[in-house]
């Protein structure tokens, strides 16, 4: 990614001329407001700005930002990401996707970024169904959702998005929800700082296809019981009262209130991102609902290698050492004779 | 070291190195046709694999085989049926002997065809008899025992001895071709600098065999080749998978960019791909993707950014990658996708070759989606056809689809190696950065060509994709924007008709059968209309390479003929081709799906069939 | 209800409902279509949805349209140009009015055209004027302010009252073409069952439009269409992709095998997947795969074990299945392959219809790769083709690609419906259990075909793949072998002529023209025709639905006309298909790619002009 | 799957005619070996099993066992053995697959099979190296590792497939070495018997292209240090002397040696492979030299819904109350009219 540099971006300049074609009440509407007000936080010029996307109502995400955008086909862009990325690692990448494109026809590609740790940011909107084709159930759908594809109800398990990062080696995960703009705003921002492949899913609202499936936990009137924000460092505390919070309870996270069974804020488990070993993070990520809050923020982000950098940095030695400069150089070594 | 014997002239000469898989037949193929180049022989080289998972040892399926042509003239195939076959096993015999000429040596390790060794080939008694091979000149040389015998001082442990014996075997076939050991033996100091000792071994069993086919009586008469009338230059040897990698590399450099390769490795491409592996020294950028759509996506992603995007494949590959190649007709970025054709469908025979890819070259996508398509045609020119694929994807914005096959994958020739200064200039149609806003889609008129904004550059930023698009590249529904989207996609293609070379004519430019081949096949349609040729006949030959967009003169060429012959590797995807393009002539057809190129003489045959109006 | 208005009676007729897509134009055809239907007339209707991404309210992009052509005589297509226009906001009158007769009738909510909407919809100033509306029948309903009148008294949210003024727009299109308003408030009744102040005010809301019509001068004449001569039976509304499902249904039943579809979501073939996931009362197994491939791969799968399979997609989808038809076709096991095709390429124009991927459908796989192609013509014959694919499928053991398109799919017409005891036997050639070893390809000499032995059955124990074959399954790489094998399945599907019925010819046996067609566009290009004999000119039509094989008097047919003009919504597929197989005729070509079916006229001057010979 | 039968079995009814064709020294021989023991043991009718795979050099495996088989496309083992289990519950459905065929271009139909949790028995034959194409790094080639396409080493980091399974929602992981005839039998046996995808995987030798590779851990001289052979219900022990093990510290695992420290057999873990919480046995199948004994047995085997049941069930639930009972109902349902 690009040096820091000095130039003063604001919202706007991020805004495309093109007509945003979202169904009205979208969740997607607030996660392009959140990206295009977290873009000036960066420092990066913005001709380094590409958004690749798959296909996908949120897919369309890349028409919508005045950068390099390319829209490409359903479930490819981590793929087409990573070759952005490799081939100019200067490049701020961003991988625009949807629960189908990602984790449905992309899932290779998904995991493959991931192992690869190649720096893209992967902004996965989750809203658990297909939108753009008019609702069927997705990867991410809750088993019995009943959809244009499950008149009956879904009998497949649901992937966690969370636990399958972390399953392909993943070192960044965050969590966001499409209207909390200014949480989202600092993920995005975090995200992009991260280098490696950094996932963050957005619990996205479909208004058409699949209304409200997230409301049991963000709703206005229970998120603040139902969700936890982590923050690296901080102890894991939530609820209205902000008296709730988490604890070990011999292999399993607990949840307790603070003052109650002898528990002050000093027993609550402190959230490490960059602890290596991903085992509280799985179990961080993997809180469900009514059992456990659901967690938000950056749950889990770890140094690490990325592949373009590796890459370049292998050229960089076997070039030093080798003989072969140019084409020219090729073209005459090993075998060759003379005729005259 | 001097020759006491007879010696007898020839124009060309075909040998068959073979034996199991682990007997290094293709290094002795290797070493004796880099000396026969050295010597100035022209020579074309085909190594034969056993199919992909390793056959037990003995049996015909093992049997690993190298088989070199060697001329005093041009040479353009790996011939078909060999004067010599070196057989290291019965195995060996058994897959071979049929390729041999009637009367042709056959020199085998007497010490191997042991009772089980026979029975392992598949033979119920005695090979030679069972295969009537008095019919041949056969030397049944103890080649196990003499380099036991040979080495027995040195030191070495028997099974690093016995390995030696394709060297002894190697040994046996300069003397007969009257060739000097100096290349090899330099050959053995360099690569065993380290084991001073196996090099040792190598030469005296190389030596070993030189005197003891100077001993017998069977080996004379020994046989010279002169050298050939070649043009002046430095030479090398070179495979089509080499080649092409070159190729690509050397349109990379001219056009100075970044060489991005995204390939899933698959038979009998995946050459190209570790090439480009070890050309970290110019810095290619090799990523060996999950699959072969993301090989191909991460390639466009490396066009959108600007570099030279290459992605690699063969037959079931191509078929995965088609919807990809869709999408780099639609959002117009340079690509080339190289396809080494493969005996299909499905699986199919991978290690194989066939020209049975065509038609999914050409439509094997949805919508109306046409790509440029290109076929090499012999080994060497693999590089100069990558070189145009490349230059032709960057000029003009297009996908552009190479097909080579297996056998000029793995087969090689002396190639005459090219100045990188005197390759034509390749000049991408950058976008103006001073043209603010930048319109995607906007064309130069006369090519239709659209211009490439790099990321990275400020105040280019676009936007492009898979939904059909405006000028600038906005998504648009409206129907006449679409169709005349779909026409000048079209018409892009088309005219790059106006850059390729027209169709050339081998012998005279009329005649009663032009002969019709493409890519690789060529060799052979060659040398068969050459032998025709002078046996009186009035037949030439065309060899298309440029298959999509034709040359603009075939009407032209083909008119002069009274009849038009198309042969091909597979049920006659070219000839149909043509019958759309060119629906105004009559095309007859030589066929062959038997995973292996033409004989020439199947199709000298079958063209005086047609000829005398059979 | 006491008519007393003048009336007039016409043949056929026209009728386009416009609107935002929230505005339920698709429901208000489909009432309007079903009371048609029950009265007599035939039709034929299309939805014209807006593209995948719901556009801003009222913007152009946002219409949602649905279209009835109805009549007392064949209706064929959903009609060019609409008689009668509803159009409930401005941007439907942006939209559609170039698809309105001269002198045709545009029904529209006035209180909808503010400025603000006048704007949305991209006018500058009153569409009326602008768009010279004076050339129309315009009546300029207050239906906002009329529902919110009547409905005033009920007790409803102003939201749900202002959702009923479709019905009085609908209610305004009964008046005028003289239908009951008994099978609407039926549908009401059934529809709101548990709410009942909902079901009264669409009653009351489409009667104050039908006595609204009949109060305003504006709307006279009445017209009349009598009842067509239908025959006999029992009828239904059908669209192209619930027809192409139970078409495979009925196949499945009837073959006494379980249905399993392994299918991707994807415009516009979703319907089809939709429907059979409701299915699971007759035990279809639908399988939501995680992409195109494992579509085609878990169909395999189950075709393997003894299940009637079916993967359904549209053009890229297809692409992605290349690979695994090819696997089907080496495997020899038998599927049906829908594909509905869409504009492309790439991802294209998803939600229009267009028949490009007909050379995909041909030969987009690597190797020698033949499938059988089959291609419906109308909304409710995609039941026949469905049920013809399967019968080839199982009883050839072959892959089966069955095209319909876009516009089949969404489409819908009255379709008599059959009895299952009339359709056609089904027998898949079920190994013999008593034939010990069972040699997977042992052909039927006649057919070609193989057995198909279904894992569970003792005795019949067998492995089959991809990779070449010889008859027992082993693996060979022998070349003869491979080249018997791609002709054995080459003429295997070319013997599937044997089995399908000769081409129709749509007027007389000979002639000036020829029209030639191909699955989707026979409506169309049958009613040209029909007008163009009407005319006198000497033309017929010959529309294909067997593509490969074709049937045997193909070439019969042709010889008897002097002209043969293809016409298809490509640049020229079939056509170049023709060449290649009919290499004897001449082809003139009609093209259209527009996302668009043709219109009749554009069909007619097209022909007229060839025909004069210009 | 189909009731256990009373025909009685040997390795030879298993045996097809065909002649086995890997190289000479190859670990698939062995695996073979170990799955025709195996099959007699489940009491299964041959006639019900169906061996489906992929294209490498072990998805030649079913040409070499004489019952159904299917050799299908590079990658899509997965998907087919979906079909076919689907299709046909009653059959015993075996997945044969390489690291290459189901982590490379297979990964997404490997990840979606686990997650539908379809009864099929997925044994992946992991010799980090692509063996039928000559020699190419894989998705779990060890990171450097030098092959043909990484001739200056791999800049990538690799799976870990145990992780992968979890991840994607396994249910089911077990380890075994190809050389460990009498484990292998025990886990195939196992693995079968399960409900729900099984993932087995077995560390194999490619004598060829990755000779050895796996020798650090598996070596005949080093492997009873370096594996741990994990059993249901069991203490975890290993070790030559059989006096070492692995104990809980904080939340990692710590090997242990019995009699030192005050460590008596009492305090090692008990293995437990059918706890739902992934967590322990997350750390299990991670487990890596030197750090730790590299873990062999089944880790993980918890019970769940399979995908194909519930399909069935679903339909059984919809054919009882529906008033559709063939295709003629169908036709004649919902709006139809009559001419006369
Ligand atoms: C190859 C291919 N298959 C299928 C489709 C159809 N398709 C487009 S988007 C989509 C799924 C969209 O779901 P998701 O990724 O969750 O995005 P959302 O619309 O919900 O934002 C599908 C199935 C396609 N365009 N291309
Ligand atoms: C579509 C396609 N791509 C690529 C290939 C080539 N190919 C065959 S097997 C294989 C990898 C084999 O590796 P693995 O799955 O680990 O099996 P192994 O041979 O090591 O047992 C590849 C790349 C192919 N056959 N088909
Ligand atoms: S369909 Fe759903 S996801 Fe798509 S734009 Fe509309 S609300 Fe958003
Ligand atoms: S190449 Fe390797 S994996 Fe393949 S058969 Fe040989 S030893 Fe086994
Ligand atoms: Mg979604
Ligand atoms: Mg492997």
Redesign the pocket.
Known sequence: MAEQQTIQYTQKDFKSDQEVRWCPGCGDHAVLNAVQRALPELGIPKEKFAFISGIGCSSRFPYYMDTYGFHGIHGRAAAVASGVKTANPELSVWDITGDGDALAIGGNHFIHAIRRNIDINIILFNNEIYGLTKGQYSPTSGKGLVTKTSPFGTVEEPFSVGELVIGAKGKFFARTVDSNIALSIQIYIEAAKHKGTSVVEVLQNCVIFNDGIHDVVTGKEVRDDRTIILKHGEPMKFGKENNMGLVLDGLKLKVVTIGENGIAEKNLLVHDASEPNPGIQYMLANMRYPEYPVALGVIRSVAGNTYEADVQEQIKSVQKDSKIKCMDDLLLSGSIWKVE | MAKNSQVIEREEVVIRFSGDSGDGMQLTGTLFSDTAALFGNDLSTFPDYPAEIRAPQGTVGGVSGFQVHLGHSEINTPGDYSDVLVAMNPAAVKANVKWVKPGGTIIFDKDNFTDKNIEKAGYKSDPVVEEKLDNYNVIAAPISSMVKEALKDIGLDPKSILRTKNMFALGMVYWLFDRRLKYTEQYFDKKFAKKPEIAEANKIALRAGYYYAETIEALNPVIKIEPAQIAKGTYRNICGNIATAWGLLAAAEKAGLKLFIGS????PATGILEEMAARKDLGVKSFQAED?IAGICTALGASFSGNLAVTSTSG??LA?KSEAIGLAVMAELPIVIVNVQRGGPS?GL?TKTEQSDLMQALYGRSGECPVVVIAASTPSDCFHFAYEAAKIALEHMTPVLLLTDGYLANGSEPWKIPKMKDLPEIKPPFADKTKIPFLPYARDCETLVRSWAIPGTPGLEHRIGGLEKTLKGTVSYIPENHEQMVKLRADKVAKVADKIPDLTVYGEESGDLLLVGWGGSRGYLMTAVRELQAEGYKVSLANFNYINPFPKNVNEVFRKFKKIVVAELNLGQFADYLRMKYQEFNYEQVNKVQGLPFTIKEIKEKCIKILEGK
């Not at chain 2, 899933?264 to 038979?267: A, C, G, L, R």
Request: glycine residues 10%; proline residues 30%; charged residues 10%.
């Open positions: 899933y490795p698959i038979t072969e079931p590959g995965l699986t991978p």
